[in-house]
């Protein structure tokens, strides 16, 4: 099948930790993103990548991180910097040029605990 | 900086209805624009992608226009069914090569 998997699908983190969400496209897409979903507020951009060993900010990078080592995957690392990191997370892919159709992956929920 | 709006936020209708969901954008230099269905704890799937140079593009018993001059967009659904119960995300292709969303309308089609 192809598409973006995300996993996991829940993840819970304990005050001071870091953890690690997958994203993983089999698409041979060039530009993969993040995006955090908060009720009420809307996806915002973490993080995105248009070519390998290249990402940019987005609006609300501070207390993530990220990496792109391979074409087909955007790991996205939360540290324990981010003082609200209880949010739906999603990654995104999209082939070509701005503009061109993006695919969403299903989604990892983090609750700190 | 480039400001998505949609509007309404909540809509309620009998199934049957055809409606119209509302979207608007600030800066009209836009690339592309691109409409999304979300349901509850779930990813977003893509409906229809309208390119700058287009005015509407159409799947099935969606039609969604673009006015790049004056900023809108519209979603058209004909013939509402219960299974479109979802939220509805409009969203803008920025210059940085990013999309940028709205906060979504949320439709509830009722049997």
């Known amino acids: 099948d192809g598409g973006i998997t995300q996993s996991p699908k829940y993840l819970f983190r304990k005050e001071g930790q870091n953890v690690t969400l997958s994203c993983e496209q089999n698409?041979?897409?060039?530009?993969m993103y993040w995006y955090r979903q908060d009720p009420g507020q809307g996806l915002r951009l973490i993080y995105y990548?248009?070519?390998?060993?290249?990402?940019q900010k987005g609006d609300i990078a501070e207390g993530y991180s990220v990496s792109r080592e391979k074409k087909e995957s955007f790991p996205l690392t939360v540290t324990s910097a981010q003082k609200n990191p209880t949010a739906f997370y999603l990654c995104?892919?999209?082939?070509?040029?701005?503009?061109?159709?993006?695919?969403f992956g299903q989604g990892t929920r983090l609750t700190v605990v | 900086k480039q400001e998505v709006t949609q509007i309404p936020a909540a809509l309620s209708v009998p199934e049957g209805e055809n409606l119209v969901l509302n979207c608007s954008f600030t800066?009209?230099?836009?690339?592309?624009l691109q409409w999304f269905r979300q349901d509850p704890g779930k990813g977003l799937t893509s409906l229809l992608l309208?390119?700058?140079?287009?005015r509407e593009q159409t799947s099935g018993r969606l039609n969604a226009s673009l006015d790049k001059s004056s900023g809108r967009s519209t979603l058209y659904i004909a013939a509402s069914q219960p299974g479109d119960s979802a939220t509805y995300l409009c969203?803008?292709?920025?210059?940085?090569?990013?999309?940028?969303f709205g906060k979504g309308t949320k439709l509830s089609v009722k049997p």
């Open positions: 995104a892919s999209r082939w070509g040029p701005s503009g061109a159709e993006a695919f």
């Open positions: 698409l041979n897409h060039d530009a």
């Open positions: 990548s248009q070519i390998v060993n290249d990402f």
């Open positions: 800066d009209s230099a836009i690339y592309n």
């Open positions: 309208i390119q700058s140079s287009q």
């Open positions: 969203a803008v292709w920025g210059s940085q090569g990013n999309l940028i």
